[in-house]
């Protein structure tokens, strides 16, 4: 799978966790960005955040400051992070890696998905 996520856990509020994606693409910087998404249970899917190639960052508004995203694309690694801090029990989903890569005919972009990654946050 071009995308697998890792690091998710059940941890207590005001927990952190770190969440790692590995991108089986070998030259990150053809990505138009990667990023996370969650879905909690009978919600929709919600951005949390995403990079660009050139390192931008974009934070969902209630999030930004408690999450921080960052990739590794030094020597072979090609990896994506999130590291969540102060969790609370809303954040409690299935957090999501994705990926928008361009291609040469209309839309001019698709999406990747990851399976997810678990995370639980107890009161």
């Known amino acids: 799978a071009p995308l697998e996520e890792s690091g998710g856990d059940s941890v207590q509020a005001g927990g952190s966790l770190r969440l790692s994606c590995a991108i089986s693409?070998?030259?990150?910087?053809?990505?138009?960005?990667v990023g996370w998404y969650r879905q909690a249970p009978g919600k929709s899917r919600e951005l949390v955040a995403t990079?660009?190639?050139?390192?931008?960052?974009?934070?969902a508004d209630a999030l930004e400051g408690r999450f921080t995203i960052s990739r590794d694309v030094s020597g072979n690694r090609n990896m994506m992070y999130l590291q969540m801090n102060h969790l609370e029990p809303e954040d409690t989903g299935r957090y999501f890696c994705?990926?928008?890569?361009?291609?040469?005919?209309?839309?001019?972009?698709?999406?990747?998905w990851g399976q997810g990654t678990q995370v639980t946050v107890a009161s």
């Open positions: 693409w070998s030259n990150f910087i053809t990505v138009n960005l």
């Open positions: 994705y990926a928008e890569l361009p291609i040469p005919r209309p839309p001019y972009k698709t999406d990747y």
């Open positions: 990079i660009t190639g050139g390192g931008a960052t974009k934070y």
